[in-house]
C-alpha cells in the first residue's frame, strides 16, 4: 500500500539516498524508459508528488544521480601527464560502463547534464592544458577522448560478457603531442 504525503518523521532521514538509491536500481535494471516517478514512488512506498519535495523534475533527479555516481572520477594525483590523462578516462570509463542507461538519459535531456559531469570535463581540459596543448587542440582532444569513453564503455554495456580492445585508449593517447 502507498503512503500518502510525506513520509513519517522516523523514515526520513534516509530518504534522500533511499531515492537515489532506487531510483539508479530501477534505471540500472529497467533502463531509461523503466525510470518513471510514479514507477520510484511506489517502489519507496510514497506519492509521485512525495518526491518533488527532494527534486524538482526528473532532470534534478538525473542530474542528482549523475553527481552521486560521477563523484569519485578523477585523475591520478601523480603519474605523467599521459597517464594522469588515462587514469581520468578509465575512471570515467567504469563510471559510464557501470550506469549506461543514466549516460544515455543525460544525452537526451540537455537540463539534466550534472555538475560532476561538467567537473570531468573541466578536469580533462585542465590536463590537457597542463599537458602543453592550447586552444583548440584542448578543446578537439576534450571531444575526441569524451566520445571515445562513451562510445566505447556504452558498447561494451550493450554487450555482457564482452571485453574492450587492448591498448585502445593507450594508442589513442600515443597520437597526443605531450610532454612527458
Same mark, same amino acid.
Given at each position: 500500500?502507498?503512503?500518502?504525503?510525506?513520509?513519517?518523521?522516523?523514515?526520513?532521514?534516509?530518504?534522500?539516498?533511499?531515492?537515489?538509491?532506487?531510483?539508479?536500481?530501477?534505471?540500472?535494471?529497467d533502463?531509461?524508459e523503466?525510470?518513471?516517478?510514479?514507477?520510484?514512488?511506489?517502489?519507496?512506498?510514497?506519492t509521485?508528488m512525495?518526491?518533488?519535495?527532494?527534486?524538482?523534475?526528473?532532470?534534478?533527479?538525473? %542530474?542528482a544521480?549523475?553527481?552521486?555516481?560521477? +563523484? !569519485?572520477v578523477?585523475? &591520478? /594525483?601523480?603519474?605523467t601527464? =599521459?597517464?594522469? $590523462?588515462?587514469g581520468?578516462?578509465a575512471?570515467?570509463?567504469?563510471?559510464?560502463?557501470?550506469?549506461p542507461a543514466?549516460?544515455?538519459?543525460i544525452?537526451?535531456d540537455p537540463?539534466?547534464?550534472?555538475?560532476?559531469?561538467q567537473?570531468?570535463?573541466? %578536469?580533462?581540459e585542465?590536463?590537457?592544458?597542463e +599537458? !602543453?596543448?592550447?586552444? &583548440? /587542440?584542448?578543446?578537439?582532444? =576534450?571531444d575526441? $577522448?569524451?566520445?571515445?569513453?562513451?562510445?566505447?564503455?556504452?558498447?561494451?554495456?550493450?554487450?555482457?560478457?564482452?571485453?574492450?580492445?587492448?591498448?585502445?585508449l593507450?594508442?589513442?593517447?600515443?597520437?597526443?603531442?605531450?610532454?612527458?
Amino acid at each position: 500500500m502507498t503512503s500518502r504525503g510525506r513520509p513519517r518523521k522516523e523514515g526520513r532521514e534516509d530518504l534522500p539516498d533511499r531515492i537515489l538509491a532506487t531510483a539508479l536500481a530501477i534505471l540500472d535494471a529497467d533502463g531509461c524508459e523503466g525510470l518513471t516517478l510514479r514507477r520510484l514512488a511506489a517502489a519507496l512506498g510514497l506519492t509521485p508528488m512525495a518526491l518533488y519535495h527532494h527534486h524538482a523534475d526528473r532532470a534534478a533527479l538525473i %542530474r542528482a544521480l549523475a553527481d552521486r555516481a560521477y +563523484a !569519485g572520477v578523477d585523475a &591520478p /594525483a601523480e603519474g605523467t601527464a =599521459r597517464q594522469r $590523462l588515462a587514469g581520468l578516462i578509465a575512471a570515467y570509463h567504469a563510471a559510464v560502463q557501470a550506469h549506461p542507461a543514466l549516460t544515455l538519459e543525460i544525452f537526451r535531456d540537455p537540463a539534466a547534464f550534472p555538475a560532476e559531469a561538467q567537473r570531468i570535463t573541466d %578536469r580533462l581540459e585542465n590536463l590537457l592544458r597542463e +599537458a !602543453g596543448l592550447h586552444d &583548440p /587542440a584542448v578543446l578537439a582532444w =576534450r571531444d575526441i $577522448l569524451i566520445d571515445f569513453t562513451h562510445g566505447a564503455a556504452l558498447a561494451l554495456a550493450a554487450h555482457p560478457g564482452a571485453t574492450a580492445t587492448p591498448g585502445a585508449l593507450d594508442h589513442l593517447l600515443a597520437a597526443l603531442p605531450l610532454a612527458q
